[in-house]
């Protein structure tokens, strides 16, 4: 059965690739929101147009009065992007200017600490320096500069330097190298205590991470040359180790971990200041320790341990939150979903807290007094996620946003209110306030009204999700853009994929710029496709792990069966099949117009993966194992070895400066073409990154596509 969720523009007005990346189509969003981390308010950016400035906003949840300008950049200015965060008693901002990215997460800034009743502004520190962190009770802030810990005393002013050994490519101390920040999604290694006496951290020893190195073009006469430490599928990583710092008495100790370990990915403390936990995963990420250590008495030991056939995801490694009493909420998948569990100050389990054929997707707080959890879920289908209550006993459910769309909620201090903000194909992101014990919608902050407005002008296809059949006969979800009029005698098909571990491109949310260039296309005859094959996430781990040690080959039957099945319509031209990706979904477009080019015409390549003996052991190593290991899930499913196959058109893209999938892929790829004579076609986008943005690129891309597909499908 298809479900409709979409709406038809009623005039004619056609879209442009400079509408969607000219921010026609863009929404209006609640930027800089944050729950005041004391008071039962909110705070969030506001640009004040008359002064040109930025100010910090704070606001009443309820009837949402702003009730005071905490910071304004008319009377400090500023250049560049801005960024902040109250120190937990509120009486002080730390500020980041001038913020600049180095990979996806992390970024270097110029850091102001602003006194609210002095009105005194302080620089931090001289330069640039990266993850300024308040201390619990405010009075310091811990940052990293040139791979070396500090700190400082914001009473005294003096910083404080806590490790001397960092270096460039060698050592780090306190933020993650290259594939941690990646892989494990985190820019902050070191955790201050709850009392804001000790610090807790990570050294990265990089010393033995092979290095790689790009050509930076840049505007100078010679190109320059720009080398990190990359660990390839099967190399070495860095050696990690676990430190703690005692202000009082200045002292640092490493924490000896007696068994072998290969990763290193969380640590947290408990509510004893004197108590830290982390956890260590293996090479292959399928046994996991988690550890706690007593500083008092210089001991660790393992309270948690746990195994998997094939991996533990990411998602499970987060969301442990430790209770006042000692006990401990965490998610993991024994059953074969995400859910929560509670267990002892030892480790014991207690008792399973969410349960269903459903996936826990995010985690938002434990409030102690009113004894519950609240989180997001897919109870309401995988296309969608909503937020819920539950109490420890895994009692009292109830749900507290629309059961359909995608809800995510920033709660208060109290966690009285949220914010949530929501969205369906049909509804732009919508910002409401709402009761946390009911869900009931107290007012709406911003609805985006403008630009449904906007959109009416503007001619709109359908945008249906339906299921369709997968190779083995699994219903796969998928949504299905039909074109807006007759053009060809019978209808071509473009199919947009990701498909990688754990990803859903079909989801029921407000449409992104990839959604209107579907609609461009729709509107010149063309049926758009997107399916999340075996693999992809939201379905629980059976589904997403059916992929283990053979990424790419359950993906592409799925998807070729359905692209196979939509040419036997009627309608449906079978020689003008096309199918584009970006990252794992340019790998799946270069595979199937290698392996499967009896079904597919034409494919467009972005940033792909063309060998996964190129990325990183992280990721690569989670779903496929070593190559040393498993040599044939490598290379059976590498289009690099696949080119003598080749037939069709193909647009292969990519940035020159891309640090996450290396230009090593695409030029290795072209190279096994042209040698075996077979013609394509390339662009490189010169010093752009795995996202291929800046001044007019995306234009430039995206009317690349455009005019390839219009001129070969």
Known sequence: MWIILSFVGQAQKPITIDDIWGGTFRPQYLYGLKAMPKSDKYSKLDINRAYNAYEIGIYNYVGQQKTETAFTTKDFPFVGYFNYEFSPDETKILIATQVKSIYRHSTRAIYYVYDRKTKRLEKLNKGFVQEASFSPQGG?????????????DLKTSKTFQITYDGK????????????????????????????????????????????????????????????????????????????VYDLKNKSLKNIPIKEKFEYLPRIKWTY??????????????????????????????????????????LETIDNLTFLPNGQFIW??????????????????????????????????????????????????????????SIDLKGKNKKRLSPPKGTSDAEFSANHKYFINTYSTTKIPYTFTVNL?????????????????????????????????????????????????????????????????????????????????????LAQKGYMVVSVDPRGTGGRGAKFKKLTYKQLGKLELEDVSKVAKDLASRADID?????????????????????KKNDVFKLAIAVAPVTNWRFYDTVYTERYLQTPQENPEGYDQNSPLFFTKNFKGK????????????????????????????????????????????????????????????????
């Open 650 to 713: 193909f647009l292969l893209v990519h940035g020159s400066g891309d640090d996450n999938v290396h230009l090593q892929n695409s030029m290795r790829l072209a190279r096994n073409l042209q040698e075996n004579d077979k013609p394509f076609d390339e662009m490189i986008y010169t010093d752009k990154n795995h996202g291929i943005y800046g001044k007019k690129t995306r234009n430039h891309l995206y009317h690349k596509m455009l005019n390839y597909i219009l001129n070969n499908l």
């Open 436 to 520: 946390s014990e009911t869900g009931k919608v107290l007012d709406t902050i911003l609805d985006n009204k403008a630009l449904i407005d906007k959109l009416k002008n503007y001619q709109l296809p359908e945008k249906v999700y339906t299921q369709v059949e997968g190779a083995d006969g699994t219903m796969l979800n998928a949504y299905f853009i039909e074109p807006v009029k007759k053009i060809f005698k019978k209808t071509p098909i473009l199919i947009y994929q990701y498909s990688g571990p754990n990803v859903q491109t079909v989801r029921n949310a407000w449409n992104s710029s990839n959604d209107y260039y579907h609609f461009l």
């Open 140 to 152: 310091k802030v811990a940052f990293v500069k040139d791979n070396n810990l500090f700190y400082k």
């Open 168 to 243: 460039k490519n060698h050592i780090i101390n306190g933020l993650p190298d290259w594939v941690y920040e990646e892989e494990f999604s985190y820019s902050k290694a070191f955790e201050w205590n709850m009392d804001g006496t000790k610090i807790a951290f990570v050294k990265f020893d990089e010393s033995e991470v092979p290095e790689f190195s790009m050509i930076k073009y840049g505007e100078d006469l010679y190109p320059k040359v720009e080398s990190f430490k990359y660990p390839k599928a099967g190399e070495k990583n860095s050696k990690v180790s676990l430190y």
């Open 574 to 594: 079978e020689n003008r099949i096309g199918i584009w990706g970006w990252s794992f979904g340019g790998f799946m477009a270069s595979n199937a117009i290698m």
């Open 331 to 388: 998610s993991s998948e024994e059953d074969g979903y995400n859910h929560f569990y509670l267990y002892d100050a030892k480790g014991n389990k207690i008792r399973q807290i969410t349960q269903g054929n459903w996936e826990v997707t995010d985690f938002y707080g434990y409030d102690k007094i009113l004894g519950k959890i609240f989180y997001q879920s897919t109870e309401t289908g995988s296309l969608n996620r909503a937020i819920y």
């Open 272 to 313: 004893n200041p004197d108590c830290l936990t982390f956890i260590t995963l293996n090479r292959l990420q399928n046994n996991l320790k988690l550890y706690k250590y007593n500083d008092n008495f210089k001991k660790s030991g393992i309270i948690v341990e746990r195994k998997s056939n094939t991996y533990i995801d």
